[in-house]
C-alpha cells in the first residue's frame, strides 16, 4: 500500500498569515506516460464529510477561492492557504488515487 | 449537482451484518463514467477506503483486502442506489460510513467527489 504522510499533524495560523502542509507519499504517484500527479486534498469541517479542493495535486476545484493551492510531484506535495480566514479552520486530507487502495494522510488540523 | 443520501441503522450489535444504503440522485448507478465507492473514518483508523463497485459493460467490485471476506457492496440499479453489507462486526468497525463518488474516464479512476453526509454506525452490545 502507498502511504501517505502529512506533516505537520497541526498547526496555528493567525488570521491573514500562511498556513503550509506537507504531504509525502512511500512511492511515486506521478503518471509518468501524461505526466500527472495522481494526488487530491480535502477539507473536512466539524460534522461535515470532506471536501474536494484540489486533484491532480494542483488544479482546483471550482468554487475553491484562490487563496489555496496546491504544489508537488511524486512523492513530495504541499497545500498552501495564503492568507488564512476563520473559515478555513478545518482537518485537510491528501489522498492519492494512483493505486487502490486509495490512501490518505492522517490529516492535518489547522487553527487560529 | 450530485447528492448522496445514506440511511441505515446507528447501532449494530458484535457479530451482527452491518447494512447502510446510499441513494444517488443526480447520477446513476450504472453510468459507465462513475464508480462508487464506501469510506470510513474513525479516530484510531482515520480515513480509510473500503471498496467500489462500476459498470463497465458489466458490474465490477474492488475491496480492500483487509475487508474482502466480510464486506459486500452491491449496486441497485432499480433504486439509483448502492449498498454495503459487512459481516461478523466487531467494535473496532464503529466508524463514520461514507458513500462516495469516483469519476472514471479514459479508464482513469479519479479523485472522490461529492461524499454523503455519514452515517456514524457504532458496533456495541
Known amino acids: 500500500d502507498i502511504v501517505m504522510t502529512q506533516s505537520p499533524d497541526s498547526l496555528a495560523v493567525s488570521l491573514g498569515e500562511r498556513a503550509t502542509i506537507s504531504c509525502k507519499s512511500s512511492q511515486s504517484v506521478l503518471w509518468r506516460s501524461d505526466n500527472k500527479n495522481f494526488l487530491a486534498w480535502y477539507q473536512q469541517k466539524p460534522g461535515q464529510p470532506p471536501k474536494l479542493l484540489f486533484y491532480w495535486a494542483s488544479t482546483r476545484e471550482s468554487g475553491v477561492p484562490d487563496r489555496f493551492s496546491g504544489s508537488g510531484s511524486e512523492t513530495d506535495f504541499s497545500l498552501t492557504i495564503t492568507s488564512l480566514q476563520a473559515e478555513d479552520v478545518a482537518i485537510y486530507y491528501c489522498q492519492q488515487y494512483y493505486r487502490t487502495p486509495y490512501t490518505f494522510g492522517q490529516g492535518t488540523k489547522v487553527e487560529i | 449537482q450530485v447528492q448522496l443520501q445514506q440511511s441505515g441503522p446507528e447501532l449494530v450489535k458484535p457479530s451482527q451484518t452491518l447494512s447502510l444504503t446510499c441513494a444517488i440522485s443526480?447520477?446513476?448507478?450504472?453510468?459507465?463514467?462513475?464508480?462508487w465507492n464506501w469510506i470510513r473514518q474513525s479516530p484510531s483508523r482515520g480515513l480509510e477506503w473500503l471498496g467500489r463497485t462500476y459498470y463497465r459493460s458489466k458490474w465490477h467490485y474492488d475491496y480492500a483486502v483487509s475487508m474482502r471476506s466480510r464486506l459486500t457492496i452491491t449496486p441497485v440499479p432499480s433504486k439509483n442506489q448502492v449498498s454495503l453489507k459487512l459481516n461478523s462486526v466487531i467494535p473496532e468497525d464503529t466508524a463514520v460510513y461514507f458513500c462516495v463518488r469516483e469519476p472514471l474516464a479514459d479508464g482513469i479512476f479519479k479523485w472522490f467527489d461529492p461524499w454523503g453526509q455519514g452515517s456514524l454506525v457504532t458496533v456495541s452490545s
Open positions: 443526480g447520477d446513476s448507478v450504472s453510468s459507465d463514467s462513475v464508480a
